[in-house]
Each structure stands twice: as structure tokens, then as C-alpha cells.
């Protein structure tokens, strides 16, 4: 395999008072001038999203709000990483957080889908949803609903030799118990995926 290294990045704040502060990243030093304002503007957009999320429709104050993130893979011409946003709103019994995630294929040039890191036709959808499945069963996790599958575009993460599937707050468990991961080894899923995409880059041994 080809020597990569990791890509630059620095980090970036929407300030709007010492209450409300969001922090990204944005990459630099990339010789890619397409790819990097494509990166940038991706983490950008993906942050301004967030924003208006949380502040929406609704009548109350915004008090607080933090946006950070977190660089999950920066390794094998494969870059993925989170937002979360916490927002506070006036006289809300507890803040609300939000996390969204984005991976890049630095060979490629684009930003992944989930669907993007498979082999044309595999049934992934029904894999992962049996992997996560017997997590559930395994760890204990109390669900506010059954657990059928995941949706085809499901909130993911790459981290070193792990596929990560999350949900958001609610959607699949209370409250208390935070946001549900759900680790994949990529072994597990190795006959799935595609060779040439990150995961297959990520899976390789030398």
C-alpha cells in the first residue's frame, strides 16, 4: 500500500457570544485545491445545519449552545469525523444534543454514503441490522421501540478497523441513556465490502 499521511486540519469557531460557540474543523495544506474546498464546505454546511436544528421554530431563547467535533480516522486517504451541537433553550427542562457525522474517501474524492463503502448489490442494510441486533441482545440495551433495521443511509463513523452505526437521541433509546453506538469490526463485514473503498483500505493488514 502506497504511503499516505494524514491530512491537516486547524480548528474554526461561529462565535456569536461567550455562550453560544461552535467549533469545526477545516483541513489545509491539501494539494487537492478541489477536494479541499469540497472537505471544507461539506464540515461547514454540516455545521450551519446543525445550527438551525436546534434553534428551529421555537418560541423560547436560546441560552447556550457548544458545537465541537472529533477527528475519528485521519489515516489511509480516509478522513471521517463528528459534529454535536448542545443547545439549551430558556426554562427547557434539559439541553438537546445532535450529532452528525461525515467520512471522506480522499482517493476518490467525495464524501461517502454509507451505501458508497459496499459492494454493488450486498445486502448491508440487513447485515449490519443483524450485527446490531445481537449488540443489543448482548450489552442489554433498553429500547423505547423494537429494533428492526437501519435505514439505508444510517448515521456512521469510520474509526481505524471499526465501522461505527449510531442513532440519534430518542430514536432508539431513552434519553438517559445517551446516543446508541454500535462498533463493527470490519472483519465481520469483510466479504461485503468494497476492496478499493476506505473500508477495504482500513481492513488491510500492511
Known amino acids: 500500500m502506497p504511503?499516505?499521511?494524514?491530512?491537516?486540519?486547524?480548528?474554526?469557531?461561529?462565535?456569536?457570544?461567550?455562550?453560544?460557540?461552535?467549533?469545526?474543523?477545516?483541513?489545509?495544506r491539501m494539494r487537492n485545491r478541489q477536494l479541499l474546498h469540497l472537505i471544507n464546505q461539506s464540515i461547514i454546511q454540516q455545521a450551519q445545519t446543525l445550527i438551525s436544528t436546534q434553534v428551529g421554530d421555537s418560541p423560547s431563547t436560546v441560552a447556550e449552545m457548544l458545537g465541537h467535533y472529533e477527528i475519528?480516522?485521519?489515516?489511509?486517504?480516509?478522513?471521517?469525523?463528528?459534529?454535536?451541537?448542545?443547545?439549551?433553550?430558556?426554562?427547557?427542562?434539559?439541553?438537546?444534543?445532535?450529532?452528525?457525522?461525515?467520512?471522506?474517501?480522499?482517493?476518490?474524492?467525495?464524501?461517502?454514503?454509507?451505501?458508497?463503502?459496499?459492494?454493488?448489490?450486498?445486502?448491508?442494510?440487513?447485515?449490519?441490522?443483524?450485527?446490531?441486533?445481537?449488540?443489543?441482545?448482548?450489552?442489554?440495551?433498553?429500547?423505547i421501540s423494537d429494533f428492526t433495521t437501519i435505514s439505508p443511509d444510517q448515521d456512521f463513523y469510520v474509526a481505524d478497523k471499526t465501522l461505527v452505526i449510531y442513532f440519534q437521541l430518542y430514536e432508539l433509546t431513552p434519553y438517559v441513556f445517551g446516543f446508541p453506538m454500535f462498533p463493527i469490526s470490519l472483519y465481520d463485514i469483510q466479504d461485503i465490502i468494497d476492496e478499493n473503498g476506505p473500508l477495504g483500505r482500513l481492513a488491510t493488514n500492511n
Open 3 to 28: 504511503i499516505s499521511f494524514p491530512v491537516s486540519t486547524i480548528t474554526r469557531t461561529f462565535r456569536f457570544d461567550p455562550q453560544k460557540r461552535v467549533f469545526y474543523p477545516q483541513v489545509e
Open 72 to 143: 475519528k480516522n485521519n489515516q489511509r486517504q480516509v478522513l471521517s469525523l463528528t459534529q454535536s451541537n448542545y443547545t439549551y433553550h430558556d426554562r427547557a427542562a434539559h439541553g438537546n444534543t445532535i450529532i452528525k457525522s461525515l467520512t471522506f474517501d480522499l482517493n476518490r474524492g467525495r464524501c461517502c454514503d454509507l451505501k458508497d463503502l459496499f459492494k454493488p448489490g450486498s445486502d448491508y442494510v440487513k447485515r449490519l441490522s443483524i450485527l446490531i441486533h445481537e449488540q443489543i441482545k448482548v450489552r442489554d440495551i433498553g429500547l
